[in-house]
């Protein structure tokens, strides 16, 4: 159980268009989802927190208009890098934790974004 | 920072050798988590321990927990090739002002283990 999918594995992109990455809790209903981005050999950046049904909270440094965020239901969250640029290039992780009690975190297996 | 860092940056070990990895952080904590990540591929969660716990196993997993130090340790035993990876600890803060459950990482350690 505790199955979390992301989409795609890896795109490529041109720089000036916009890329979404989806990510779903598969077997349970997730209260919230979190954002990470991840630079070869680093750890994770958390990006932002988003809860259904309300506006995501981003972590300072964060471009809200660049990286938006939906979680539309519990089930599925949605990161949109808008006009990405080759320094967006990066893994970009997701987790979701499914109980508001609950403090581990189920991560997806990530998605490589290239821009070219 | 409340992050947490793993000493060392990299440890290389034969098979059937134990691993130890340590973690220290700087603020009070509700809980720290251990988590291993493949390359390339997202994180997966290994075992966590309560500010008020001291030891916790899990398999071959041994981890510790010295909230008068601010550290932690993950001890794994008779390692494997297949243990080949980067392991990060996480702590979740004790402050309830901050979001309910978010994770501090540290920056990791990679571990190769050699057949």
């Known amino acids: 159980g505790a199955v979390v999918s992301q989409h795609p594995s890896w795109v490529i992109c041109k720089s000036g268009t916009s890329v979404k990455i989806e990510c779903r809790s598969l077997?349970?209903?997730?209260?919230?989802m979190f954002w990470y981005r991840q630079f070869p050999k680093q750890s994770l950046m958390l990006m932002a927190t988003?809860?259904?049904?309300?506006?995501?909270?981003?972590e300072q440094g964060v471009e809200k208009d660049k990286f938006l965020i939906n979680h539309a239901s519990l089930t599925l969250s949605t990161l949109t890098v808008t006009s990405a640029h080759p320094e967006d290039s990066s893994f970009y992780i997701c987790?979701?934790?499914?109980?508001?009690?609950?403090?581990?975190?189920?991560f997806g297996p990530g998605t490589r974004l290239t821009v070219t | 920072s409340q992050q947490g860092e793993e000493d060392p940056q990299a440890l290389s070990i034969q098979e059937g050798e134990n691993a130890t990895m340590n973690c220290s952080y700087k603020?009070?904590?509700?809980?720290l988590q251990w988590y291993r990540q493949n390359s390339g591929r997202g994180l997966v969660h290994l075992i966590l321990?309560?500010?008020?716990?001291r030891e916790k196993h899990s398999g071959r997993l041994r981890v510790t927990l010295d909230t008068s130090k601010k550290s932690s340790s993950l001890l794994i035993t008779a390692s494997r090739a297949a243990d080949t990876a980067s392991y990060f600890c996480?702590?979740?803060?004790?402050?309830?002002?901050?979001?309910?459950?978010?994770?501090?990482f540290g920056r990791g350690t990679q571990l190769t283990v050699w057949p």
């Open positions: 987790s979701a934790r499914g109980q508001p009690s609950g403090y581990e975190q189920y």
């Open positions: 077997d349970f209903q997730a209260t919230t």
């Open positions: 988003s809860n259904e049904g309300s506006k995501a909270t981003y």
């Open positions: 603020t009070s904590i509700n809980n």
């Open positions: 321990i309560r500010s008020n716990e």
């Open positions: 996480a702590t979740v803060a004790a402050d309830r002002g901050s979001t309910l459950g978010r994770l501090y």
